[in-house]
């Protein structure tokens, strides 16, 4: 009987294809993988055949469905899909709730600077935490960048060269309720308990002085040089209507709004080169192989600066260093390039552990000595006729939530998030990974176990 292990997805155009090359890659090792938004694997979790639930986060929110799934039978694992900026000592309890580490087998660091961290808040546990990446980091490995080469082809069709932003508004121009959190605690109380006040702090007022820096800098830019196409995307859970006011406010053919129709990957790929601000979006730039510039919010480095998106970018302070960066590509041919020292790279090697290896290959050997005590344990209710009666009701309940339990602005960041996923959308995924990686997709059974919850394994 194959060992089961059920990944959730939170953010799908973030994470979606990481989880599916995990997927692939356990089912190569004869697991049996399901993956689905974290909503649908818990709905169902009841009537799942006991296995590993694979947690993106470890906050205190994660403590109720953990304890319910152990009280299920299920095992589980954890980690921070964050926790590559996010991993100062002093959060660290509040990134990896005790709760939560102690419902865990193992707690998966992206790098050995998280591990470091954790350790801090967990010292006799070194046995549990576990450096082993992130397979979002995976992809930019070149047998999987040709996953993004029909999009790659489309962008550069479609707008020829340009540079790209990538927008990291997360907190000045998130979601009304999620603004209104993030400001409550930001106007808390100074206390002697670790909080996020710091932390949230840091990263408002870093992005209120980027927007700044933005808006001065296309408020001129795109009309100087009509010829420099800019490309601005927004963040997954970002409001678009501050960017599409933007753009039509500058009112430059050059400067171009773009929707989720290609995904952030390809355009990273297509672009001359890329600008963020200490945004996960340098890092995969850099591993594309591309030239990225991280612009600096201020020339002193604040709570949350990340020392390895800062190693793998050129640096910028202000609107004129990076006009005269335009140009010297543009027009004068002088195009930068990020090479690393010897110290950089050995920075970013601590941080991400999966540099020259896969983070399914070193999780593999942690998810075989779990034991699950499974004997007689099967999917209930996985026939055709169940399958139709939960679908059923699912979309009841949607129907349910849609009218009485959300608002507008509610509904539009949890479409922004996870718009949807498919059997057919699912399968397709499959096959385009499966050419990538020489193998035959019908050596697996791909199947919709119950409704959202996409399963493969070996035949």
């Not at 649908?40 to 590993?52: C, M, P, Q, T």
């Not at 865990?104 to 961290?117: L, P, S, T």
């Not at 006040?197 to 820096?213: E, F, M, R, V």
């Amino acid at each position: 009987m194959k060992k089961r292990i059920y990944s959730l997805v939170e953010i799908k155009s973030r994470e979606l294809n990481g989880k599916i090359l995990f997927s692939i890659q356990m089912a190569n090792n004869g697991y049996s993988v399901v993956i689905g938004k974290k909503r649908s694997l818990y709905e169902y979790a009841k009537y799942f055949k006991k296995g590993i639930f694979f947690f993106k986060g470890m906050g205190p929110k994660n403590i109720k469905p953990m304890q319910e799934l152990r009280k299920l039978g299920h095992k589980i694992v954890g980690s921070d899909e964050e926790g590559l900026v996010m991993n100062m000592a002093e959060i660290i309890p509040l990134r990896v709730d005790k709760t939560c580490f102690k419902l865990v087998d193992y707690f998966f660091a992206v790098g050995n600077i998280q591990k470091r961290n954790t350790l801090k808040s967990y010292q006799n546990e070194y046995k549990k935490i576990i450096s082993a990446g992130n397979p979002r980091f995976d992809l930019m490995k070149k047998p999987m960048r040709g996953l993004y080469n029909d999009s790659v082809k489309q962008i550069k069709k479609e707008y020829g060269k340009f540079i790209f932003f990538p927008s990291k508004f997360t907190m000045i121009n998130a979601h009304k309720k999620v603004k209104d959190n993030f400001l409550k605690v930001i106007k808390q109380r100074e206390t002697k308990t670790p909080n996020y006040k710091l932390c949230y702090k840091s990263d408002w007022d870093d992005q209120i002085l980027i927007q700044k820096k933005l808006e001065k800098f296309f408020k001129y830019f795109p009309k100087k040089y009509p010829n420099i196409k800019i490309l601005i995307k927004k963040h997954p859970t970002e409001k678009k209507e501050y960017w599409r006011d933007l753009v039509k406010k500058v009112n430059c053919k050059n400067l171009i709004f773009v929707d989720d129709k290609y995904p952030t990957n390809a355009y990273l790929i297509a672009a001359e080169f890329s600008i963020g601000s200490n945004c996960h979006t340098s890092l995969e730039s850099f591993f594309f192989d591309k030239p990225t510039i991280n612009w600096r919010a201020s020339k002193q480095d604040s709570y949350l600066t990340s020392k390895v998106i800062r190693a793998v970018s050129k640096e910028l302070l202000n609107q004129k260093e990076l006009e005269k960066v335009c140009k010297d590509w543009f027009f004068r041919k002088k195009k930068f390039k990020n090479n690393l020292t010897i110290s950089q790279k050995k920075l970013l090697s601590n941080n991400i552990e999966n540099i020259n290896n896969f983070s399914a290959t070193i999780q593999k050997k942690y998810f075989d000595k779990i034991v699950l005590n499974n004997l007689n344990s099967y999917d209930k209710y996985s026939n055709k006729f169940s399958f139709y009666i939960l679908e059923i009701i699912r979309k009841l309940k949607n129907v349910y939530y849609t009218i009485y339990k959300t608002d507008i602005n509610s509904a539009e960041f949890y479409k922004a998030k996870f718009d949807g996923l498919n059997l057919n959308e699912y399968k397709h995924l499959i096959k385009k990974f499966c050419k990538l990686m020489n193998l035959n997709f019908n050596d697996y059974l791909v199947k919709e176990i119950y409704p959202g919850c996409f399963n493969i394994e070996k035949k």
